[in-house]
T-cell receptor, first 110, second 113 residues
Framework: EDQVTQSPEALRLQEGESSSLNCSYT??????LFWYRQDPGKGPEFLFT???AGEEKEKERLKATLTKKESFLHITAPKPEDSATYLC???????????FGTGTRLQVFP | EAQVTQNPRYLITVTGKKLTVTCSQN?????MSWYRQDPGLGLRQIYY???????DKGDVPEGYKVSRKEKRNFPLILESPSPNQTSLYFC????????????FGDGTRLSIL
């Protein structure tokens, strides 16, 4: 069964303390791995798409990487405004479904 | 402004009373989908549509119906709502397929008593 698992469920960081969020996936024939940011009361907002193992994408303090089994979202020197829930999703298999993980709730405090 | 618009944003209703949540996008996207978001379970896909008159089940389709008569609209229909359908619902669209970035609406919080 296709599945996406994120860890940790929650992460508290001090401002400037770098860390990584993990997304493990078991999706046959991966067509795309996505990262989204979700703020309270809002819909998810697109961050990155990764299509093949070894690919990396960067945006400000965020960097996403992809291997054949997992993806990481690295956060370098986070700021309080980076506090949000980060969602990972995968597309693959013989359908056009999109499967989401349960998210990592990140809190960055001053 | 490119956007996905859902209505209503909030709804409290009773068991068995049919309701429709509308979703409209102004980006000429082919792919549209509905999700529900529940604590501890994350976002789960209900139905998706790859084009007009083409719809497919996601992972949790039971108790829901959809239709895609026009490209821009993708309503979610609950013909006989039950309390276990109380949830936060999101509509999303992308240019062609699920392997492209999804644009999400701001959500509909649905409470069924």
């Amino acid at each position: 069964e296709d599945q996406v698992t994120q860890s940790p469920e929650a992460l508290r960081l001090q401002e400037g303390e770098s860390s990584s969020l993990n997304c493990s996936y078991t999706v046959s024939g991966l067509r795309g791995l996505f990262w989204y940011r979700q703020d309270p009361g809002k819909g998810p907002e697109f961050l990155f798409t990764l299509y093949s193992a070894g690919e990396e994408k960067e945006k400000e303090r965020l960097k996403a990487t992809l291997t054949k089994k997992e993806s990481f979202l690295h956060i370098t020197a986070p700021k309080p405004e980076d506090s949000a829930t980060y969602l990972c999703a995968a597309s693959g298999g013989n359908t056009d479904k999109l499967i989401f993980g349960t998210g990592t709730r990140l809190q960055v405090f001053p | 402004e490119a956007q996905v618009t859902q209505n209503p944003r909030y709804l409290i209703t009773v068991t068995g009373k049919k309701l429709t949540v509308t979703c409209s996008q102004n980006m000429n996207h082919e792919y549209m989908s509905w999700y529900r978001q529940d604590p501890g379970l994350g976002l789960r896909q209900i139905y998706y549509s790859m084009n007009v008159e083409v719809t497919d089940k996601g992972d949790v389709p039971e108790g829901y119906k959809v239709s895609r008569k026009e490209k821009r609209n993708f309503p979610l229909i609950l013909e006989s709502p039950s309390p276990n359908q109380t949830s936060l619902y999101f509509c999303a669209s992308s240019l062609l397929h699920s392997n492209q970035p999804q644009h999400f609406g701001d959500g509909t919080r649905l409470s069924i008593l």
